[in-house]
């Protein structure tokens, strides 16, 4: 086993310093320039490494150990985007842009794929192949790893395993979960627009009252997943926004909705998808308004492969910092757009806990008082180090 620690022990405070810099500059959807080019800046440094940029509308990054070399090929991915939330952590290098903040920790996530693809690129002779390090833009709600996919990362090498992983402040140091099957819900964000006649709050009757029909369709369209879905498959069905009216005594043209559907099945997303088109429909004619549905944005839902989860597992096992590997839990309603990526390739994304040793509680992902533990940096990195270092030495029997 390839001994990574001196090397992520040396590099660690260049890392942190790298993960407060992103933290300070929280870049949106699509918008992560800055942080692409403070990847860019690391990357292009570094031996045996083959640089591209521009990827997924301009911001996404993809950089190739041993791109001439043959034999197999390994992606590691990161997300670079953050969250529409203004940050409340006090910490020094705390949000310098109101309204965004990196809540999900994937300032974590980019320098920690920094850090490893500076160890591996140090141990480029020992790795009979490639490994592609992706640095991609807008998780969180615009699909960029269907772009970044779209763009060809998993090709010209075709990729034979995918590997994530984030941050979990469920999980204390030193946890690893790594499950096989399916670990994270498809996700559907869905608008709602509703209009009508408005009017005077005092005379209803003629008016088309879009309020009272949104407010029909938030509460009645529950019985979809209660009552016209199969109990046995969990299905989440929100609204999360209701936009409309200006003042106490008009009743508004207009009210729009926005919300989010979540399940672990395809076909039940797509059953649930179309209950509430009916349902929208139908309750928009019983208030005499108009109504048009539209989704924004789809994402499948993540399946580890079970053979490569058993193989991070027991690369997981050589790392003397790791101290638990969990391979029983509950899968979560949350989506991941790694699976865009598992569509494609066997694929593996994994938690690194972040929770301090002994605490109670940690601040949860996206909430304003999140912030990536730096203590969990060392420990990400070599397990996306042991990950190749497992894939090409040590998996006979997964060929």
Known sequence: MLDFKPIIDEILPKLVELRHDIHSHPELAFEEHHTAELVLDALEQLPNIAVRSGLAGGTGVLATLNSDKPGPCVLLRADMD????????????????????????????????????????????????????????????????????????LENPAVDMAFALHGCPANELGDIVVVSGTTQAAETSFDIELTGRGGHAARPHNTDDVLT??????????????RLIDPVNPVVLSFCQIDGGSTYNVLPETCKLKGTVRSFCEKTQEAVLESLRQYVQTTANTFGVKATVNLACTYPPMNNDPQYADLVAKAAERIPSVKKIIRDYPPSMGAEDFAFYSQKVPAVGIR????????????GLHTPRFDFNDEAIPIAVNMHCAVVHKFFTDNHEYK
């Open 213 to 226: 029909a949104a407010a029909q369709i938030v509460t009645g369209s529950q019985v979809i997943r209660s």
């Open 352 to 363: 690194v806990g972040i929770k301090p040793k002994g605490a109670k509680e940690y601040p």
């Open 82 to 153: 953050a969250l529409a939330m203004t940050e409340e952590t006090g910490s020094p290098y705390q949000s310098k842009t109101d309204g965004k903040m990196h809540s999900c920790g994937h300032d974590g996530n980019s320098a920690c794929l920094v850090g490893a693809a500076q160890v591996l690129s140090r141990f480029a002779d020992e790795i009979p192949g490639k490994v592609k390090f992706c640095f991609q833009p807008a998780e969180e709600c615009e699909g960029g790893g269907k772009r970044m996919v779209d763009d060809g990362v």
